[in-house]
T-cell receptor, first 118, second 111 residues
Framework: DAGVIQSPRHEVTEMGQEVTLRCKPI?????LFWYRQTMMRGLELLIY????????DSGMPEDRFSAKMPNASFSTLKIQPSEPRDSAVYFC????????????????FGPGTRLTVT | DAKTTQPTSMDCAEGRAANLPCNHS???????VYWYRQIHSQGPQYIIH???NNETNEMASLIITEDRKSSTLILPHATLRDTAVYYC????????????FGEGTQLTVNP
């Protein structure tokens, strides 16, 4: 398996522009997570999907951020309009939820998208 | 989620075993111990997890004390590519658990 795939790897945009980040989770995984990481705030969970349904979006900063998962193999995170404070590395991760009592499997992260908003 | 304490940094010689400790004295009965690492400029990488039994996979071994208040991640034959920040996390047995990385341990593998 190729692992979690994210695109683009780098994005530089001007304030006010729309940014769309893309993620393809590992085939067979049923949970998907969007995180962002900055030096100041560390790793923050933005939103979590299970079976393509958003379960926890409490980490989404504000209405400028939106995420979708139209099917099991694709998710997007959109920022509109973007602001300089959105500059960060955005990670997508996927995992397989298990219900047999062995514990949730680890989350497998993509390489990230480094977003710079000027 | 239980708080964890890890040393700030450790060094290890290439080819030797790296033993990374973690204290989690407030862990509750249904919380799991997970280990992740992050190599510079890369995404976090899941390593291993366990509840109370020792676990081993192709990457590492996890030793959890009988009282579950501490654990040790063992990389049996460290290589230069294992240089990374290692995070010990204690979370409930649910998927969707948000990962919160503390300071972690900076492991430097020296030639």
């Amino acid at each position: 398996d190729a692992g979690v795939i994210q695109s683009p790897r780098h994005e530089v945009t001007e304030m006010g522009q729309e940014v769309t980040l893309r993620c393809k989770p590992i085939s067979g995984h049923n949970s998907l997570f969007w995180y962002r990481q900055t030096m100041m705030r560390g790793l923050e969970l933005l939103i979590y999907f299970n079976n393509n349904v958003p379960i926890d979006d409490s980490g989404m900063p504000e209405d400028r951020f939106s995420a979708k998962m139209p099917n099991a193999s694709f998710s997007t995170l959109k920022i509109q309009p973007s602001e300089p404070r959105d500059s960060a590395v955005y990670f997508c991760a996927s995992s397989l939820e298990v219900v047999d009592g062995t514990g949730a499997e680890g989350q497998y992260f993509g390489p990230g998208t480094r977003l710079t908003v000027t | 989620d239980a708080k964890t304490t890890q040393p700030t940094s450790m060094d290890c010689a290439e080819g030797r075993a790296a033993n990374l400790p973690c204290n989690h004295s407030t862990i509750s009965g249904n919380e799991y111990v997970y280990w992740y690492r992050q190599i510079h400029s890369q995404g976090p990488q899941y390593i291993i997890h366990g509840l109370k039994n020792n676990e081993t996979n192709e990457m590492a071994s996890l030793i959890i004390t009988e009282d579950r208040k501490s654990s040790t991640l063992i990389l049996p034959h460290a290589t230069l590519r294992d240089t990374a920040v290692y995070y010990c996390i204690v979370i409930l047995q649910t998927s969707g658990s948000r990962l919160t990385f503390g300071e972690g341990t900076q492991l430097t593998v020296n030639p």
